[in-house]
Structure formats: C-alpha cells, structure tokens
C-alpha cells in the first residue's frame, strides 16, 4: 500500500490545501494530511481546531488521515513508514523553497523520503492562508477561498458574523 504524507500548517485550510489532498487520495492508497507545530509561525487556529477544521473538510475521502506532529518531517515519517511527501505549487516562487527543503529532507533521511510535487489548479494559484486571513481580518469576502464553515470559524476569530 502506497501512503503518502502531505504536511502544512492550515490555518486555516483553503480550496488549495483541498485541491491537493483530493488529488493525492487519487494518486495514492492512503494520504496523511499532518497538521504541523511550526515554530516559525505563530497560527491564529489551535492544533486542535486547525485539526478539525480539516477533519470536517475531508470527511468525504476515506482513504485521507488528519493527524498533527511536531518535530523534523522526517522523523516523523520514519515513524510512521512514510517515503513519500506531497508539496503543492502555486508559483516559482515557492519551488525554490520547496526544492530546498525536499533536498534538505532527501539527504537527512539518507535517501528514505522523496517529494512528489504538485501544481496547484491555477483558479486557486492565488490563494495562501495568510492572504485569506489578512481579506478576513477586514470582514472581506474569504467565500471563494474557504469551504463555508472555515469561513465563519475565520469571522469569528475576528470578531465579526456572517449572515
């Protein structure tokens, strides 16, 4: 059985991070979304909401796993048996940073973990957490970028309702 693992912050999950996992579960027997701790961010989702609030948005795909972790990517999936790591691209932009670290991930696990790298659809190309996050914060229109409920979570945050 072929499983993957495709990591990421999520906060909060948008129609791009979804693009990505719908896809992988079609390219793979099991997909692993990990929602990481990532110390260089500070989320505005907890691990725990940031969790179910993918739980809920991929309730629909049997063969995908929400789970969080903490600690090198690697690591992680030599504990879980895991050889294969799902990147989504929006733009060259990203695939500098995203081939540093494969290579990076490549060499400390001794040549144990590829990427697998996919092009996000390009109505999505635009979208980031951060940017829907900044459009929420100002009551803007986050509809076309997040599944409902991820919207009124982001409202909430900022205080504001949706009717």
């Known amino acids: 059985?072929?499983?993957?693992?495709?990591?990421?912050?999520?906060?909060?999950?948008?129609?791009?991070?979804?693009?990505?996992?719908?896809?992988?579960?079609?390219?793979?027997?099991?997909?692993?979304?990990?929602?990481?701790?990532n110390s260089a961010k500070t989320p505005l989702f907890t691990l725990d909401e940031r969790v179910k609030m993918l739980e809920e948005s991929v309730k629909d795909l049997d063969n995908v796993i929400i789970e969080s972790f903490d600690g090198l990517l690697i690591n992680y999936c030599?504990?879980?048996?895991?050889?294969?790591?799902?990147?989504?691209?929006?733009?060259?932009?990203?695939?500098?940073?995203?081939?540093?670290?494969?290579?990076?991930?490549?060499?400390?696990?001794?040549?144990?973990?590829?990427?697998?790298?996919?092009?996000?659809?390009?109505?999505?190309?635009?979208?980031?957490?951060?940017?829907?996050?900044?459009?929420a914060s100002y009551n803007g229109d986050i509809t076309p970028c997040v599944p409902p409920s991820i919207a009124d979570k982001l409202y909430k945050k900022f205080g504001y309702t949706r009717t």
């Open 78 to 135: 030599k504990e879980k048996n895991i050889h294969i790591v799902i990147r989504g691209l929006r733009a060259i932009t990203d695939f500098e940073y995203e081939l540093q670290i494969a290579q990076t991930n490549k060499e400390l696990s001794h040549n144990e973990v590829d990427t697998v790298f996919l092009t996000t659809n390009l109505k999505y190309s635009y979208l980031s957490s951060s940017v829907v996050k900044e459009i």
């Open 1 to 37: 059985m072929k499983t993957a693992l495709y990591p990421g912050s999520f906060d909060p999950v948008t129609y791009g991070h979804l693009d990505i996992i719908k896809r992988a579960s079609l390219m793979f027997d099991k997909v692993i979304v990990a929602v990481m701790c």
